[in-house]
């Protein structure tokens, strides 16, 4: 009778294989507690080049004026100064021209939020902060247009109630006065893409998915408005968690940040992406704020941070932000 | 933020680029977070896992400038660090072994072709190994469970543990004489 090999039987019968949540602690141990780590480490990663136009493009890139409530009746110049939080969502509302294609029809089902970031630019412009909201944070949502207040998923306040309504959630949770709001939609982002003329990513493993319609070799590439689509919506990849798609979509944005840099000396071309830009996204701010903003920021730095949160006790698929960790990330924004 | 793809090299190589990059930092995780978790999985059951693996690795990553490069695989003292952290949980492992020592034979999660691979003579004698394992004093469990579980060898657990090779062979036999015993052995004196 051996008894070591019993002992490893038992601890075979005994075992648990990693879930894929096992990711956040990836996520933790990058966050080191500090939540805003991650901010030098992604200059020191060899993206210097992009920082003086970084900035710029948030605005220039996720920013247009389709659908804007018309600007109060008589305002001149515009100003953009002083501290602004931008809420730029990405949205699947899989209505609309273009949009059919990439899932079932959901106008009744409303529209659902798969990408909450909210930039915040401080009055200086020293530096902007990408803030990034897990989508699957339990939060108090407060009442908003007819929907009682209730502890719920973040994003059911954009299916429910749509951007303002999440803008009021947020404002709420984070104390951050929100000026402005974005809303891209799937189609948007494709166009936005190759108005850009495509991204340059570097793929970790290759991907093949069905179900996200993309194939993709690893390595670096250029992905056009219909790959990157693919890849930003990709779920069933890597360890499979929000996390690592907010991950890929971080990589996007700066991948689209860096390609837009290259048209902001050449004012013509701006404006005209501009112009392209605005077709694809809803927002209240009219291309001059963009514009305005846009040559603002030149000199500023972005960094990108997400929420500090933890596993959510009564569902392990949902989470919650951490307690003090977020109130600090969202005092040190004021 | 894509980690290169690394060709592997020694994990001291990694510990060492870390002090100057922290991010590198992550691909130790990725080598060895499932390893580590499987583990204390084993042990305190999938509930605290995640969180002491992570735990693990933020401790890891505070003492990174302490790290002897001398020693080129960072299991070891990945498990030190591990094995300190469970032992704030000694409770609850023990519940767990007791717990076993209630539990039905069978379970219909396994199939019988995994129950026939993995053990249906550890099955039939499950709770005998429980009960010794809960009545181990923890420091010969920390050195038996290391060996069994965590496949580290005699010097890999004397340099987890910070203890001679002598004394992991000392506790082990200690160890392994009180299974035996739980189990029936008909000589369980013999080596004392």
């Given at each position: 009778m051996d008894d070591l090999k019993l002992l490893r039987d038992l601890g075979g019968e005994l075992e648990h294989d990693p879930p894929a949540t096992l990711a956040r602690q990836r996520d933790r141990l990058l966050r080191g507690g500090r939540p805003r780590r991650l901010w030098a480490t992604w200059w020191t990663a060899g993206l210097v080049a992009a920082a003086t136009a970084t900035a710029v493009a948030v605005p220039t890139v996720l920013i247009a004026d389709r659908h804007t409530a018309t600007p109060p009746a008589g305002s001149q110049a515009v100003d953009m100064s002083g501290t602004r939080n931008v809420l730029v969502i990405g949205s699947?509302?899989?209505?609309g021209e273009g949009n059919a294609r990439y899932g079932p029809q959901m106008t009744a089902a409303g529209k659902r939020s798969d990408t909450i970031i909210i930039v915040h630019l401080p009055a200086d412009r020293s530096r902007a902060t990408a803030v990034s909201v897990p989508r699957d944070s339990m939060v108090t949502i407060p009442a908003c247009s007819g929907h009682p207040g209730r502890k719920d998923m973040i994003n059911a306040a954009y299916n429910a109630g749509g951007a303002s309504c999440l803008r009021k959630t947020l404002e709420k949770l984070t104390g951050l006065p929100i000026q402005h709001t974005v809303e891209v939609d799937f189609a948007g982002f494709k166009g936005i893409v190759d108005a850009l003329g495509g991204v340059e990513v570097t793929v970790a493993k290759p991907v093949d998915d069905p179900k996200a319609k993309l194939k993709l070799p690893a390595g670096k590439q250029v992905l056009n408005g219909e790959a990157a689509l693919g890849y930003a919506r990709l779920?069933?990849?890597?360890?499979?968690?929000d996390i690592g798609r907010i991950r890929r979509q971080h990589q996007l944005v700066f991948a689209m940040l860096k390609k837009s840099m290259t048209m902001l000396n050449d004012p013509a071309r701006l404006k005209s992406l501009l112009g392209e830009v605005r077709k694809s996204v809803k927002t209240d701010l009219n291309l001059e704020s963009m514009y305005e903003l846009a040559t603002e920021l030149s000199e500023t730095k972005l960094g990108f941070v997400t929420i500090p949160w933890e596993p959510y006790a009564e569902d392990k698929n949902r989470l919650q932000w951490k307690q003090p960790e977020a109130a600090k990330l969202f005092k040190s924004l004021k | 933020m894509i980690l290169q793809?690394?060709?592997?090299?020694?994990d001291s190589e990694l510990v060492c680029a870390s002090w100057t990059d922290p991010e590198v930092f992550a691909e130790l995780f990725d080598r060895y977070s499932a390893m580590l978790y499987r583990y204390v999985s084993k042990r305190l059951?999938?509930?605290p896992a995640e969180d002491l693996v992570g735990e693990t690795f933020l401790v890891a990553f505070s003492r990174r400038k302490s790290y002897d490069l001398a020693y080129e695989d960072a299991r070891p003292w990945l498990f030190g660090i591990l094995t300190k952290l469970i032992s704030r949980h000694h409770r609850k492992e023990a519940a767990r072994y007791r717990a076993l020592l209630r539990a039905p034979v069978d379970s219909d999660i396994e199939s019988p072709a995994d129950r026939v691979a993995a053990g249906v003579t550890a099955q039939a004698v499950r709770a005998e190994l429980a009960g010794a394992l809960a009545a181990l004093p923890a420091k010969d469990r920390d050195v038996l469970l290391l060996i069994a579980w965590g496949d580290l060898t005699y010097e890999e657990v004397a340099q987890a543990l910070g203890i001679p090779v002598g004394t992991v062979r000392s506790r082990l036999n200690r160890g392994r004489r009180k299974v035996r015993a739980a189990l029936g052995d008909a000589n369980p004196m013999e080596e004392e």
């Open positions: 699947d509302t899989r209505e779920r069933y990849h890597g360890d499979g968690s | 793809a690394a060709t592997r090299g020694a059951g999938p509930e």
